[in-house]
């Protein structure tokens, strides 16, 4: 959670802040503020509870400041307000301090501070930080540097900080552990973030800082990498293959309907140069080395959160049914605390957008402990997942700004469907000519992803008018679709606050059956023919209920369904496996239009941020 951005070098500092907080928005947005060195050396703090729309109203352009650093918070320890709103200071004024993370003994350390006559003015733990910082420094006596070493030595949590410094009005001081900064280098400036988002329209070059480093920059091209322990480290300069356009709304009204676009785009990207499907081939550099062990795994576990978890669902469909290995799915927080059984001979495969999110890294830093093999599918080039995995494949979904997952997952389905049909091929669990009927269906699924928005908009559009003001909603589907019907009620309560429940629709019967009733729209995903008479039946039990029918169906699925559904979004038909990419499409276009027609903020709804790293 939270975004952190800041600037050393001889621009302007306030707008390049500003500027990056507004690209950081989706990690957070409770408050946002800025801390800038002015000409004269002072510490000017402007903050704001809310948006960073507030904090640019109440900040004057041009400061005369080439030094700043700028947070965009999500709360964790104390209410949204302008009063825990970041940058924090330093009991003597001398110190500002943004950080994204969590403190968590800051309650220990606050006690012992406050026997030193520490006063704090906000709730938060990052205030504990940096008066620890100071007080390190004036204890021992020693360089702001070490005081950070020494400080961070008594701190237990996760951190990303940037700190000013009064006394150095041209250097900053970073830190890392757990929480993603990246830096950037310019000519005789330096750009620190959360993530490369603020930085590419200035400089490719960047430095990912690991856990454990603190770096110090200067406005005279100095870059100083040393561990908590005091080991200098030589920085490992990479170059950003971030489009800048990817980052702007491009004519939409929001980033998700942007984001949801795309998605004939970028899952063509996901496929391409790892799929030929005029050759017969699937070829994915990050699997070959682990190929042998892919044919031979025990068993398959994949550990993610919200939308990568039911991409890890449908994961399971597709492992299980394609290659004959044995797959779970666990939700990372579950996983991580329950003491699971794993072997040597176990895979354990993380599916983050991000790539930074908590639990899910936690979860992966445990199977490797126990000595499994960790497999990474994230989207974001660098980040802490795909750093710390022993090998991997990106989505290659470009950045997405939405805070609800669209084209991340479609992309994260492509992959994991190359995964399980090549590593089928390679078993011999599949035969050579379904092989290639999967790859060509697979190659055709961008053009019928693009049919589905082209063609489905006016529907849909009539359904979210017909349903905006009902208070449930209940998604079900079968197989390869049960995780669609997750997936859809997950984008619809997140963006629009109206209650969905996902089903398999089986399961309805043992419960939520109970709930239907001529206010209950059922969003019905049937486009997979397994099972198709029995979610025909589904379907019947809920129109005897007198629910409202929204059926996604294709040509050979709609036959019985149309007589009764109360609405019919007709899609293209695929191979059942790949079912999932064209059906979720709909509903995705279906949540974002309720969503906009309740007035709701779609691209940053309330109480969410897009990555979850406490
Ligand atoms: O970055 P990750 O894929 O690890 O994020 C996992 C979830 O936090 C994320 O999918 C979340 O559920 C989204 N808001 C869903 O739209």
């Not at 770096?215 to 322990?229: L, P, R, S, W, Y």
């Not at 990568?308 to 290995?325: C, K």
């Not at 709609?558 to 999932?580: G, N, R, W, Y």
Request: with cysteine; net charge negative; glycine share 8%.
């Amino acid at each position: 959670m939270c975004g952190i951005v800041a600037y050393v070098g001889h621009k302007n500092a306030v707008p390049i802040l500003i500027k990056g907080l507004e690209r950081l928005e989706y990690r957070g947005y409770d408050s946002a503020g800025i801390a800038v060195l002015n000409a004269t050396n002072d510490i000017s703090i402007f903050k704001k509870k809310g948006k960073v729309k507030k904090l640019r109203e109440k900040t004057p352009e041009n400061t005369n400041s080439h030094i700043g650093i700028g947070h965009t918070r999500w709360a964790t320890h104390g209410e949204p307000s302008d009063r825990n709103a970041h940058p924090h200071m330093a009991q003597n004024g001398q110190l500002a301090i943004i950080h994204n993370g969590i403190i968590e003994n800051y309650d220990v350390l606050k006690e012992a501070l406050r026997k030193e006559g520490h006063e704090f003015v906000s709730d938060t733990d990052t205030e504990v930080l940096i008066h620890l910082i100071e007080e390190v420094q004036k204890r021992e006596k020693v360089s702001l540097e070490k005081a950070v070493q020494q400080a961070l030595k008594e701190v237990i949590g996760a951190y990303a900080i940037v700190i000013l410094d009064k006394n150095n009005p041209n250097q900053l001081i970073a830190a890392r552990k757990s929480s993603p900064l990246v830096i950037g280098i310019g000519d005789n400036e330096f750009y620190l973030a959360s993530d490369a988002t603020p930085i590419v329209e200035y400089t490719k070059e960047v430095v990912y800082l690991d856990d454990g480093e603190i770096a110090t920059v200067n406005n005279e091209g100095d870059f100083f990498i040393k561990t908590i322990e005091d080991e200098s480290k030589t920085p490992f300069v990479q170059e950003l293959e971030i489009e800048l356009d990817r980052l702007e709304k491009g004519g939409f009204e929001h980033f998700m309907l942007k984001e949801i676009f795309e998605q004939p785009k970028t899952i063509a990207d996901a496929l391409r140069g790892r799929l030929d499907a005029g050759k017969g081939v699937i070829f994915m550099g990050g699997l070959q080395e682990y190929e042998q062990k892919f044919i031979n795994a025990r068993r398959l576990l994949f550990v993610a959160c919200g939308t990568s978890w039911h991409s890890g669902l449908i994961g399971e469909y597709l492992f299980e049914e394609l290659a004959r290995i044995p797959v779970e799915v666990d939700y990372a927080s579950e996983f991580r605390y329950r003491n699971p059984i794993i072997h040597e001979d176990d895979i354990v495969i993380a599916i983050s957008q991000s790539g930074e999110t908590a639990d899910t890294l936690a979860a992966l830093e445990l199977a490797k402990e126990k000595g499994a093999t960790i497999f990474g599918i994230c989207n974001v080039v660098g980040s802490s997942i795909a750093r710390l995995t022993d090998s991997g494949a990106y989505t290659h979904a470009g950045p997405e700004i939405g805070v609800a997952s669209t084209k991340a997952f479609t992309s994260q389905l492509a992959v994991i469907t190359l995964m399980a049909l090549h590593t089928a091929h390679l078993k011999g669990t599949i035969t050579e000519s379904q092989f290639r009927q999967y790859i060509n269906a697979l190659d055709n699924i961008p053009g019928k992803v693009e049919k589905v928005l082209s063609e489905n908009q006016d529907i849909i559009l009539d359904i979210a008018k017909e349903y905006k003001d009902a208070h449930n909603f209940l998604y079900l589907g079968r197989g390869h679709n049960f995780p669609v019907a997750l997936e859809g009620a997950l984008k619809l309560k997140e963006i629009s606050y109206i209650h969905a429940e996902g089903y398999p629709a089986a399961e309805m019967k043992h419960g939520p059956i109970a709930l239907i009733d001529e206010n209950m729209p059922c969003v019905v995903v049937a486009t997979n023919l397994n099972a198709h008479e029995k979610i025909v039946s589904n379907i019947q039990e809920v129109k005897a209920r007198k629910g409202k029918i929204i059926a996604i169906v294709n040509k050979h699925t709609k036959a019985k369904i149309e007589d009764i559904a109360d609405h019919l979004i007709i899609v293209p038909s695929t191979e059942d496996i790949l079912a999932p990419l064209i059906a979720i499409v709909p509903l995705q276009l279906l949540s974002y239009h309720i969503a906009v027609m309740r007035g709701c903020d779609v691209d940053q709804p309330r109480n969410l941020a897009k990555s979850v790293t406490v």
